[in-house]
């Protein structure tokens, strides 16, 4: 297993770009908001194919989430989807978990991410989005630990922001400034990367330099997203499925927990959102853009014509996949830059 020991020496440079100061929030900032029209026909067959196999499943476990549900499956079908090529992985030990040290083709190490991902708090890891973060790393240009942290229904939303919070003490640890940090994650981890940025500062540590958001999740609330019209419209996921994590959700719940959107954003960093037109997260994107420009914090969304959720993760397939890689790439690079 890899420690921060082990990081810190052969991975991060001697020669570190100068600090850049604590962020300034501008009280007058407004979201910059981009939108990307157009849908191309690989995105169009690819809504329909999930529409009709993974949607009726997700609603049948919203019917009756006492069912046999196979967790692993998502991670167990990640196998077929390596990392790209000219990618380094090395496995990580957290106190409570364990994670993977990821390096694209092109990385650098004058930055790093922590990866958290998607999956609703119950699937989903190392293997599952391997590939995705492969992608997100060479774009990039920097190394990213993902962290497999743990999940429902044996453990709480809680465990899993713990989780996340350890692994950034141990990128501080391996000698990465705050400043050098991105904290980032699709889905459920998207609201992970926000509640771990939010536990950090609430301690009292730094808050990293940059959060990158894709597609997600920013109140278990469900009330409001099957209120909004994308409801109608989302190819993946049903109300019912929703309900039921909510549900589960807070049968686990062990603190007073309060979403990102109705959270204190103050002190929050810079922070980047990606979604489709047509997803049932978009009014959480949209809202959680706003939230942040209220507390005066710097927020780039884009949205995206009519695309699946976390459509990045088709990339493969996705002419649209590909361009919003390179788009992340260019946040990351803009948000935290090296010296080189």
Not at 113 to 119: A, E, F, K, R, V
Not at 295 to 303: F, H, P, R, S, Y
Not at 312 to 320: I, V
Request: aromatic share 6%.
């Amino acid at each position: 297993m890899t420690t921060a020991r082990d990081v810190r020496a052969p991975l991060v440079p001697r020669d570190l770009p100068t600090p850049r100061p604590p962020h300034s929030p501008d009280r007058s900032a407004p979201v910059r908001r981009r939108d990307f029209p157009g849908s191309s026909r690989q995105s169009k067959l690819l809504a329909q194919a999930i529409r009709m196999s993974v949607r009726p499943l997700l609603g049948l476990w919203g019917r009756s989430t006492t069912l046999p549900w196979p967790t692993g499956l998502l991670d167990a079908a990640g196998a077929l989807l390596p990392a790209i090529d000219g990618t380094v992985c090395a496995p990580v030990q957290l106190p409570n978990c364990t994670g993977s040290w990821v390096e694209g083709p092109r990385t650098g190490f004058d930055r790093v991410m922590l990866y958290l991902h998607g999956g609703g708090f119950l699937c989903g890891g190392m293997r599952s989005h391997l590939r995705l973060v492969s992608r997100i790393s060479d774009a990039g240009r920097t190394p990213v630990l993902m962290v497999d942290y743990r999940m429902l229904p044996k453990h709480s939303i809680d465990d899993a922001v713990d989780d996340g919070v350890e692994g950034y003490l141990f990128l501080l640890a391996a000698g990465y400034r705050p400043d050098q940090i991105v904290i980032a994650g699709d889905s459920a981890g998207g609201y992970l990367a926000f509640m771990v940025s939010l536990a950090l500062r609430d301690r009292g540590v730094p808050v990293p330099g940059a959060i990158v958001a894709l597609s997600p999740l920013t109140e278990l609330d469900p009330a409001r997203k099957l209120g909004h019209s994308s409801a109608a419209h989302c190819t993946l996921l049903p109300g019912n499925a929703l309900e039921a994590l909510a549900g589960l959700a807070g049968r686990r719940q062990e603190s007073g927990r309060i979403c990102p959107a109705d959270a204190d954003l103050s002190g929050m960093p810079p922070t980047f959102i990606q979604v489709g037109s047509h997803e049932l997260f978009l009014v959480d994107a949209e809202s959680m853009a706003d939230r942040l420009a209220d507390a005066g914090i710097a927020c780039e969304l884009q949205v995206w014509d009519r695309q699946v959720h976390v459509f990045q993760a088709a990339a493969d397939l996705l002419p649209e996949g590909v361009r919003a890689i390179g788009e992340i790439g260019r946040f990351v690079r803009s948000a935290v830059p090296g010296s080189r």
